[in-house]
């Protein structure tokens, strides 16, 4: 193990027109970020790459205003207030297009930035909860400088850096971000039980975190056999392994594994996958490559939506032209299940905002980007039901959308659909 280094010391090789990699959501490096913006008075146009990441986002303060640029590749909490300004933008792209960014040389990365395990007795570190598009970023940069963690679970799969690659390494104890999970509404319940009577015996899921993967999650403690191939999971898996649920035995690709590409969640979540080869992470090209994701059975992929028009077009990313998160791998795994083998891909969400406003709309909102096109479109669900719009017109799916939107909206919808395609 070479000698650690202050994380002030660390950043030093970072200079002036640098583009550095900071690693992804509970990795994030944040001894490394705070050094690093407390050196903004020596630095100038320095761009910041990155998924979204947790915790403080020191960089995109307009203070710093032409000696940080952020670049995102998927939109966090700590960086949205600063889009699109002088101080950050989005990179539209599929998650599974991510590390040929680096690979490929089209954003080339100066310094990565990195949370690592602790080494084992080989010399070699995990990438841990997040290997992403992380680890093309480290294996392509010029200089890697890494926190040498042990809260970072070591994790089986592609993530591992040897210790020799790294140019600076400082000593973290601060423990991963965690995620509290609030408990799933009765809307969200609903929309738990109905994607649950979508999934059969043997399916391999894909879902992410929040309300509702975690009320389907919930809701499968009848069903058998299932697998789990994802570009990530959180906390609510851990129980239906537990229960023998989940078994993976019918996957094609990685039989008996979970497949993820990053991880969020609690402690319980990092303790759970720490040196345990049944959990795999795998680098976002291959989580999210459509021909690996189609070869698994039954493949039941469940993604949200800010909105969705009445012919099925799926605005996931912006609340009109105002960028909120990002492609990410939507598009991957709905593609991936469509071409599976009696697989299903469903766009899930309340049907309505917090306020009251219809999340099934007549159009999308000026400026809204289309993530998931109508004609990708399967299986919509809310809690008012199931629609299916694959093979339907458009009027027939004007109607099927408007059986599951808010019921105070459905006079209006019902309205507009009449004057379209009367």
Known sequence: MQ???????????????????????????????????????????VELIHLHTEGPAPYVDRKYAGTFFTNALFIGGNVRAAMPTEMADYIPIFLSDTPSLFRKGHMPVDVAMLTLSPPDRNGWCSLGVSVDCSLAAAQTAKYVIAEINPNMPRTHGDGFIHISRIHAAVKSENPLFEIIHADPSEAEIQIGQHI???????????????????????????????GIHTEMFSDGVID?????????????????????????????????????????????????????????????????????????????????????????????????????????????????????QSKIVPFLKQGAGVVTTRAHVHYVVTEYGVANLFGKNLPQRAKALIDIAHPDAREELSKVAWEMWR
């Open 3 to 45: 000698q650690f280094v202050s994380a002030a010391e660390a950043v030093k090789v970072i200079q002036p027109g640098n583009r550095v990699f900071v690693h992804t959501a509970a990795a994030a490096p944040q001894l490394l970020v705070q050094a690093l913006t407390e050196r903004a008075a020596e630095l100038s146009k």
């Open 196 to 226: 649950a009577d979508l999934v059969e015996d043997g399916a391999t899921l894909q879902m992410g975190i929040g309300s509702i993967p975690n009320a389907v999650l919930a809701a499968l403690g009848n069903h058998r056999r299932l």
């Open 240 to 356: 239906l392994v537990e229960k023998g649920i989940i078994t993976g035995e019918e996957k094609k690709r990685q039989t008996g594994i979970i497949t993820s590409t990053f991880l969020f969640g609690s402690r319980r979540l990092y303790d759970f996958v720490h040196d345990n080869p049944l959990v795999r992470m795998m680098e976002a090209s291959y989580t999210n490559d459509t021909a690996i994701i189609r070869k698994n059975p039954k493949v039941t992929a469940i993604n949200s939506a800010i909105e969705i028009d009445l012919t099925g077009q799926i605005c996931a990313d912006s609340i009109g032209s105002r960028m909120y998160s990002g492609v990410g791998g939507q598009m991957d795994f709905i593609r991936g299940a469509a071409l599976s083998d009696r697989g299903k891909p469903i766009i899930a969400m309340t049907a309505a905002t917090a306020k009251g």
